[in-house]
């Protein structure tokens, strides 16, 4: 609704005749009544089309790049956030879409990116159609990559261990799972043999659909009974609630050592060390008591 009522722009494409541009005058009307008419773009109708698509493409091409990023800055030892920040402050850049996570999900930008490349093979622009499917590729890297980092700390197996998943939606404030993230990730944990038990403030229904056919998993809204007893915590969704969490009583509750991911980097990396938690994010070492 916000966005209806104050939006970057409206776009409208009709087709270049004459009841085509009678009708796309008559949607200008429509629009012009709260958004100023410099707002207002129009353009035939495969215009419009693949500005929408492109415009999907861009933003989810911005994520698998700084995702890609945080691969090498975990290599190397250098910091996501800062790399972020440095780039963002480039006025021909920006810093919106730019903060690395356990990847990018939703109805809209796997599926446009899909039909980006769709039209390029369709018109022999091979190259360009293997490009914004690379993007698409990244995304699935990087959620497979987070649960091989998950393996790797846990010592090589997660075999009967109980890991908590924090947040199911593909972002918050929805109970949309739609090409969710945490959807690959608790497959492939599944996989593993460990024992999964879900919790999301509003997304449980949509995640026991999603997750029907595995074995060794449990759903659980309230955030403490989750994680007690957890070998491991996983936040996939950015929750402000689970931001405020006491986790000092959680790092009591669960198996020692305790270890936590944030797939979100959203979560007081040093603080929680300090709780005597083992620390893992995307694009920054690990804060481990192990090493």
């Known amino acids: 609704i916000a966005d209806l009522e104050n939006p970057d722009r409206i776009l409208i494409g009709g087709h270049e005749t004459k009841t085509g541009q009678k009708a796309l005058g008559q949607l200008v009307d429509i629009y012009a009544n709260w958004v100023p008419r410099e707002r207002i773009l129009t353009s035939n109708v495969w215009s419009s089309e693949l500005s929408k698509l492109t415009a999907n493409a861009f933003l989810a091409q911005r994520v698998s790049s700084i995702n890609a990023i945080s691969a090498l800055c975990e290599a190397t030892g250098a910091n996501i956030k800062d790399v972020s920040h440095a780039i963002g402050t480039d006025s021909r850049i920006g810093s919106k879409f730019l903060q690395a996570s356990v990847g990018f999900g939703g109805s809209c930008f796997k599926k446009d990116i899909l039909n980006l490349v769709y039209l390029c093979e369709t018109y022999g622009l091979h190259e360009s159609a293997a490009y914004w499917q690379q993007v698409v590729e990244i995304n699935e890297y990087q959620q497979s990559r987070f649960v091989k980092n998950i393996l790797q700390s846990m010592f090589g197996t997660i075999a009967g ?45 949509n995640a026991k659909l999603d997750l029907a056919n595995l074995e060794n998993i449990d759903f659980e809204e309230d955030v403490y009974k989750a994680v007690n007893q957890a070998d491991a ?16 009583k959680i790092y009591s509750s669960m198996q020692k050592p305790a270890f936590i991911f944030d797939g979100r980097n959203v979560l007081d990396h040093e603080k929680l060390f300090d709780l005597g938690f083992e620390v893992y ?9 192990l090493n």
């Open 233 to 248: 915590i996983a936040l996939l969704t950015d929750w402000n609630i689970y931001k405020n969490l006491d986790f000092e």
């Open 281 to 289: 994010s995307i694009g920054k070492p690990g804060l481990s008591h």
């Open 161 to 205: 261990k109980r890991i908590a998943i924090l947040g199911f939606a593909f972002k918050a404030d929805t109970g949309d799972t739609r090409e969710s993230p945490a959807i690959k990730v608790c497959k492939e944990l599944s996989e593993e043999h460990a024992k999964i038990v879900v919790s999301d403030p509003k997304a449980l229904d």
